[in-house]
């Protein structure tokens, strides 16, 4: 197995361990499309854009910290430090700020809200965190 396939592979298990919204999310959304657009648009080779991919979904699933994803690119790619600052931004408008609201919204949706109780707030505290009060029975 050589080492891209590798990679693929690891990437898709760690995504596997993602919450089933972050999961579902990064599913359904069009990642290849919109970086390869974005590869595009910097007038990157396809292994570039490739790169690019792989950079931006490490740090989607949390295997790279977001702060080094603009030096990343500028050192895996070759790009200048302002290049890079571009594509980080450009990637947040149109990736991570989308997902973000995507699984916040999926998670809205899944998550019953209930009127605050003011009993349950104090059983929770004196419980010493007990979830348990929580469960209706």
């Known amino acids: 197995m ?3 396939n590798k990679l693929k592979e690891n990437i898709k298990e760690e995504i596997s361990f993602l919450p089933k919204e972050m999961h579902d999310v990064i599913d359904n959304f069009e990642l290849g499309k919109i ?3 974005i590869g595009k648009n910097h007038k990157f080779s396809d292994d570039e ?3 690019l991919q792989t950079e931006t979904v490490l740090v989607l699933i949390g295997l790279v910290n977001p702060e080094l994803y603009a030096k990343n ?4 790619i070759g790009t200048s430090e302002q ?3 571009k594509i980080e931004n450009e990637t947040i408008k149109k990736i ?5 609201e995507k699984v916040v919204e999926k998670i809205k949706q899944n998550t019953k809200y209930e009127k605050q109780n003011w ?3 104090i059983n929770f505290i004196l ?3 007990d979830y348990s009060y929580f469960i209706e029975k």
């Open 127 to 129: 419980s010493g965190g």
């Open 83 to 85: 290049e890079a600052k």
């Open 119 to 121: 009993k349950k707030s």
């Open 35 to 37: 970086l390869t657009e």
């Open 73 to 76: 690119i500028e050192n895996n």
């Open 96 to 100: 991570f700020e989308p997902i973000y």
């Open 2 to 4: 050589d080492i891209d």
């Open 49 to 51: 854009i490739i790169t």
